[in-house]
């Protein structure tokens, strides 16, 4: 084992007197050393009952006879984040944790992780980090938060706070209701009740095979979550006596079959993110275009908010993602599990509790999955559009550009009421290095949604987007403008036409015009000049490649 480095040979006799020091017993020597790297913290919904799971897992290790050492990782709550400067900090956090899981684990010479996690960078972090170990480790998702209630209509963080901003601005509602749905609508502990990004990303987590069947899905509150926790716990100790490590299970094939999950659940934008950056990790090449690939092969089967109606709950208590990877069938690809078996034998045993919830893929709600992979002068390293959240009249869009320079600017403009239908507002130089830190855009969108105009105003970013939004917003568009990109060069009043079945995204300006445009553009200052976003910034590489740190 990894660990017998610190407790075996006379020369270990100061490491042994520490790990005394904790409480450690002599007979727990010669067990496995598990951690638990828990992301705990009161200061997000999804990660506020972990303490709860900590003493599963923890119980599950120590019953599959191994010793469990808990440490801890930290988490942002994008939410809570999103909207001012806070959130140039969220997606660099991914990197963070990382980086910190790896560093714990090594120093102390651990010879197998149970990873919990919940939320947005938090969960590929840990994936990334589980990758580049690689020793045996198995993924806990809390799980996601109940429904809330307003005068018995269910509600979601995203359309009945987000959204409702924009709504009371534009007079449809009072700011008495958006007193009442801002105390009701995150009823407790969970992630975000649609398929946002930390859902998705627990999805794609099980998808991938690195956690047990159910994760994903099962809500934080109940009691299933917390056997999955204790049998996530004890299932660790036989991967680590079988050997059964990261790399065996994150193979190409297994990333395939993540995408495909992700695009017939119709999943958050930034997964294009966050799967490339983890399979850099397991050394698997994940080309943008491999997303787009699979999107036209995988009908989109299950419509869950932020474009449809249903929730978290009503995909788990449809079958959750084993019922899935069933209606997906032979377009699966083999590929080995943490629960020891294949991805194939968990799809053929799942049952499927909801036809409408889950569709088969000759009933689909859209034809293509969820997110479409847009080039064109305007990206010519791609741009992301999640295309399920579009409605099918402004799938094709031309409009005149609105430019800004950050989201302050584009929200004040917004709220202000001065944006006119048939724009297409660009926020640029929010990417990974112009941001720093690629910030998310749901404050803008969702106002835009909320005023009524998700269909008559597009937006285009070379930031990114919640998993929360809807509507013609294009993002990730590469190269972004602070290494020069084409939207660094746009102007107010240029025409821009948007065509997502054909693929397309373009900036109706000749080339003469666009060369000349870019022999006056010069990089602007970076807007952070200390700390780690100004390293981030210097070392992160384009939205197009994950927004990794440069090897």
């Known amino acids: 084992m990894r660990s017998n480095s610190i407790t075996k040979g006379l020369e270990r006799a100061p490491h042994r007197a520490l790990l005394y020091g904790t409480g450690f017993p002599e007979s727990g020597m010669d067990l496995p050393k598990v951690g638990i790297a828990s992301s705990f913290t009161d200061l997000i919904p999804g990660h506020v009952g972990m303490r709860d799971f900590e003493r599963a897992i923890e119980k599950g290790v120590h019953t599959g006879g191994g010793y469990a050492f808990l440490f801890g990782i930290p988490g942002i709550c994008d939410g809570i984040a999103m909207g001012h400067a806070g959130m140039k900090y969220s997606l660099p956090s991914r990197e963070l944790i990382a980086d910190m899981v790896e560093t714990i684990a090594s120093a102390h010479a651990l010879d197998g992780l149970v990873l919990l996690t919940n939320c947005d960078k938090i969960t590929p972090g840990m994936l990334m980090a589980a990758a580049r170990l690689n020793i045996p480790a198995i993924i806990v998702t809390a799980g996601p938060m109940l429904s809330g209630r307003y005068k018995m209509r269910k509600l979601s963080l995203v359309r009945d706070t987000f959204e409702a901003v924009g709504k009371c601005q534009q ?14 609508a995150c009823p407790g502990e969970g992630s975000c009740q649609g398929l946002y990004t930390a859902n998705t990303m627990a999805c794609i987590t099980e998808a991938l095979g690195m956690s047990l069947p159910g994760s ?5 509150v109940s009691a299933k979550s917390k056997r999955i926790a204790f049998e996530s716990g004890r299932r660790v100790v036989t991967l680590i006596r079988e050997g059964v490590t990261p790399s065996q299970i994150m193979t190409p094939a297994a990333f395939e079959n993540a995408i495909r999950v992700d695009m017939a659940l119709g999943g958050s934008t930034n997964t294009v993110l966050h799967i490339p950056a983890v399979a850099s990790e397991a050394e698997v090449e994940i080309p ?83 997110i479409a992979v847009l080039t064109g002068n305007l990206a010519p390293d791609g741009a992301i559009v999640k295309q399920s959240a579009v409605n099918e009249k402004a799938m094709r869009f031309t409009g005149r550009a609105r430019v800004f320079d950050s989201e302050e600017l584009a929200m004040k403009a917004i709220m202000d009421k001065d944006i006119a239908e048939g724009s297409v507002v660009i926020i640029r130089y929010e990417g990974p290095k112009g941001g720093p830190g690629m910030r998310e855009m749901l404050s803008p969108t969702a106002a835009l949604v909320g005023m009524g105009m998700a269909d008559t105003v597009a937006l285009i970013t070379d930031g990114r987007f919640s998993g929360g939004t809807r509507g013609p917003c294009i993002g990730h568009t590469s190269p972004e403008a602070m290494e020069g ?7 107010d009043g240029d ?37 780690y976003l100004k390293r981030y910034a210097q070392m992160v590489t384009s939205a197009n490649t994950g927004a990794i740190f440069q090897k």
């Open 171 to 184: 007079g449809l509602i009072s700011q008495e209701e958006v007193a009442a749905l801002e105390i009701e």
């Open 216 to 220: 994903a899905t099962s809500l934080a």
């Open 288 to 370: 943008l275009d491999l997303f787009d690939q699979i999107s036209k092969d995988t009908p989109h089967i299950s419509n869950l908010r932020p474009g449809g109606e249903y929730f978290m709950e009503d995909l788990d208590y449809a079958g959750g993602v084993p019922a899935v990877l069933k209606r997906l069938g032979t377009k699966l690809k083999e590929s080995l599990t943490v629960a020891g078996c294949s991805i194939t034998e968990i799809a053929e045993k799942a049952q499927i509790f909801d036809g409408e919830i889950i569709r088969p893929l000759d009933n689909p709600y859209h034809p293509e999955g969820g």
């Open 485 to 491: 990109g084409p939207i660094a060069l746009v102007k």
């Open 495 to 531: 025409r821009i036409t948007i065509d997502i079945p054909e693929r397309k995204l373009v900036l109706e300006i000749d080339e003469s015009t666009m060369a000349e445009r870019r022999r006056k553009w010069a990089p602007p200052k970076g807007k952070v000049q200390k700390g």
